[in-house]
């Protein structure tokens, strides 16, 4: 059986907004196209997403962890005639006063917006690679649909909503054994944040 491994090793806060806000966490987004995924549609292999899933909540400025196996994604994959599609999106986020149920729910409305949309590249037959300016939609249409999802969960005691850190990924197509180090930045203003690990693809 072919496997897609995407597995990570460190996760290091190279700086901090403030001491308030030292609370890192990441959104994984898994993502293969292979005959079981275009039987189901469902294209995007889902972890948790709350704040602590990175192992721990506060971290000092330059400090690396080892990140929770929990967001690794290891899957049993069936190519289409010898060909796979595989990678992940990460988004990184810094923790104010959102709750881990609100986090879930935006968690999954992101997850939705994924796969509606590769599902409807498939729908049309554009096997392609998406161009920039289909990302950029693609992002736009996350953050908005993100955006009310957690405008609908706030209350009186949850005034300050997280701050959206960044975002990466790396999607590729595989006919054949390919070994991809992964070494993705989220900076934004005075907070930068750095994440390291591999993706794989066994046939």
């Known amino acids: 059986m072919a496997k897609l491994n995407i597995t990570w090793n460190?996760?290091?806060?190279?700086?901090?907004?403030?001491?308030?806000?030292?609370?890192?966490?990441?959104?994984?987004?898994?993502?293969?196209?292979?005959?079981?995924?275009?039987?189901?549609?469902?294209?995007?292999?889902?972890?948790?997403?709350?704040?602590?899933?990175?192992?721990?909540?506060?971290?000092?400025?330059?400090?690396?962890?080892?990140v929770s196996s929990t967001l690794d994604i290891v899957k049993d994959v069936t190519p289409v005639l010898g060909f796979l599609v595989g990678g992940v999106v990460v988004v990184a986020w810094e923790n104010a006063m959102t709750t881990d149920r609100v986090i879930a729910d935006a968690y999954d409305a992101a997850a939705a917006d994924i796969n509606k949309f590769i599902n409807a590249r498939i729908d049309a037959g554009n096997l392609e690679t998406p161009s920039a300016g289909d990302l950029a939609e693609l992002r736009t249409q996350i953050s908005e649909d993100v955006r009310d999802t957690i405008?609908?969960?706030?209350?009186?005691?949850?005034?300050?909503?997280?701050?959206?850190?960044?975002e990466a990924n790396t999607v590729l197509s595989f006919d054949g054994a390919k070994t991809q180090p992964l070494n993705f930045r989220f900076t934004k203003r005075s907070t930068d944040y750095q994440l390291e690990g591999e993706m794989k693809f066994l046939p």
């Open 151 to 166: 405008r609908e969960g706030w209350t009186v005691f949850q005034l300050l909503p997280d701050h959206e850190i960044g």
């Open 10 to 66: 460190k996760f290091t806060v190279h700086k901090k907004h403030d001491i308030d806000r030292d609370a890192p966490y990441l959104w994984v987004f898994g993502i293969i196209v292979d005959a079981n995924t275009l039987a189901s549609r469902n294209f995007v292999v889902r972890r948790p997403s709350g704040v602590g899933n990175l192992g721990q909540k506060k971290f000092q400025k330059g400090e690396s962890v080892s």
